[in-house]
């Protein structure tokens, strides 16, 4: 053990359990709810939702990767298993032959307008409104800050996707 390590004392250990648990709780909790109410999974949502976003429903894939900060190759995968379930379509790029434009069909506009208030309902519910203005400032700045700190240490770049 190196004398340099700078050890996490009783409270620091009890904010990073805490933090730790939600992180990893929060995303299952999500899904769950989003599987229980449009049998959609976080993942599906967050490229629903970044279509219905685009100014003409249509993005690149490498677009939709680098908005939502997956590796490329696992959004294809993700993107195969949508087009599949008829929520996208992926038809080649005009202006590169090695890309693909992703759009929305109409199942996967019907599942994103029946995801989204459940969806938006859990998030508010669950992490808006048990804080104060106040905490809700201080989560903010703190999660901006831990983000900003781990993308210094180039530990955040390609993340991949979450499973789902």
Not at 18 to 37: K, N, P
Request: glycine share 6%; with cysteine.
């Amino acid at each position: 053990m190196s004398s340099d390590t700078r050890w996490l004392d009783r409270h620091e250990q009890e904010v990073w359990r805490a933090l730790r648990e939600l992180i990893w709780g929060f995303e299952s909790a999500m899904d769950r709810q989003l599987i229980r109410d449009s049998e959609l999974s976080g993942v599906e949502y967050s490229v629903l939702a970044a279509l219905s976003e685009a100014a003409d429903g249509i993005m690149r894939a490498r677009d939709i990767a680098q908005a939502l900060d997956w590796e490329r190759s696992r959004l294809s995968h993700l993107l195969k298993r949508m087009e599949a379930k008829g929520l996208v379509a992926r038809t080649e790029c005009e202006s590169d032959a090695r890309g693909f434009n992703i759009s929305m069909t109409d199942v996967g506009h019907k599942a994103i307008v029946q995801a989204a208030p459940g969806h938006v309902s859990f998030v508010r519910e669950n992490v808006f409104d048990p804080l104060t203005d106040e905490e809700r400032d201080a989560l903010h700045s703190a999660a901006t800050k831990i983000q900003a700190s781990i993308r210094s240490a180039g530990l955040w770049e390609n993340r991949g996707a979450p499973k789902g």
